[in-house]
């Protein structure tokens, strides 16, 4: 037997001793497991090796249940030149549970800030499995230019809102391994991202969500938005959502459901380049708010919207204020308010 293999079973037999494999029913037991296989570094090889599978008495299904609520999530971020102040949002009580390393250094940087003339190109970040919120983690953070999630396996992740909102200088973000399975709280996500003009959700899942408000507003750079995969059975608050997406020209709601929203206010004002609208799947029945929705508009002339109605909608007059006196003329033909 050479070396590796007695490597490869010393490390095993470690494992065995640790725990009772039979009490694998239990969430805390199962963790524990997987993180000494982690510190042996078997926990990938598990994934692949069937035959470790079988000797361990775990399953892939073990894995992934593992992965999507205990395994760490790693972040790269990129940042812009002499600058300098908080590049991550850590709460005093949250702290040990971040780990963070500049450029290729394997040291780890106990604080979530850069000094003055303190030069770093590249900032790994490591969070533990116990941080279960999201809310502000980048907020005004402005001198980021880059996010890219390069490891996100876990579903467990439940407030996103302000996460992103006022990186100013943010121009790419890679969210295509991004988790959202469980957030309930969207609003003010991407909020004020004024340089970012290209975005990809396609991996969103939104089917728990309940509040969209703000959660692109002010994306000044932002030309165009494919949400037809978002899931909106459960939004009640849509306010502001688009609001100063002033480069947006196209915009995909396709599948859309907002029998459940009850504010749209000002949800797509200042969308000053759009030109047409299709909200075909919106339903206004429970619609209470949607004053100043589709205020300076200035350029939309094509508005399917075959569930408005003005009888259960207050402040019409301001819906539609400063957009083009060829819509005007179609909304009145609609709500038949010719004069």
Do not use: W
Not at 132 to 140: A, D, E, P
Not at 288 to 314: A, H, I, Q, W
């Amino acid at each position: 037997m050479n070396s590796k293999d007695i490597c490869k079973k010393e490390k095993i037999k470690h494992i065995k001793s640790k725990l009772d494999f039979e009490k694998l029913k239990s969430d805390y037991f199962l963790m524990k497991i997987f993180d000494i296989m982690k510190k042996n570094k078997s926990l990938e090889i598990m994934k692949y090796n069937k035959k470790l599978q079988k000797r361990l008495n775990l399953t892939i299904n073990d894995y992934i249940k593992y992965s999507q609520l205990n395994t760490t999530i790693e972040i790269e971020l990129k940042l812009e030149n002499n600058k300098y102040g908080n590049f991550i949002n850590i709460s005093e009580k949250d702290k040990e549970y971040y780990h963070i390393y500049f450029d290729d250094s394997k040291k780890e940087i106990k604080r979530n800030y850069l000094e003055e003339n303190e030069k770093v190109n590249i900032i790994k970040i490591i969070i533990d499995y116990r941080i279960k919120n999201f809310k502000i983690l980048f907020n005004y953070c402005r001198f980021i230019t880059s996010i890219s999630f390069k490891k996100f396996y876990r579903i467990n992740i439940d407030d996103m809102s302000y996460m992103f909102s006022g990186c100013s200088s943010l121009k790419e973000l890679n969210l295509s391994n991004f988790k959202t399975d469980n957030v309930t709280d969207m609003k003010y996500m991407f909020y004020e991202c004024t340089t970012l003009n290209k975005l990809n959700l396609s991996s969103f899942i939104t089917n728990n969500v309940t509040d969209m408000s703000y959660m692109f507003a002010g994306c000044s750079s932002l030309n165009k938005l494919n949400l037809s995969s978002f899931i909106t059975n459960n939004v009640t608050n849509m306010s502001y959502m688009f609001a100063g997406c002033s480069s947006l020209n196209e915009l995909n709601l396709s599948n859309f459901n907002t029998s459940k929203v009850i504010f749209m206010t000002y949800m797509f004002s200042g969308c000053s380049s759009l030109k047409k609208l299709n909200l075909s799947n919106f339903n206004t029945d429970n619609e209470t708010d949607m004053y100043g929705m589709f205020r300076k508009c200035l350029l939309l002339n094509e508005l399917n919207f075959p569930s408005f109605s003005p009888n259960n909608v207050t402040y019409l007059s301001t819906m539609f204020e400063g957009c083009s006196d060829e819509l005007k003329k179609k909304i009145k033909k609609i709500t038949k308010n010719e004069d």
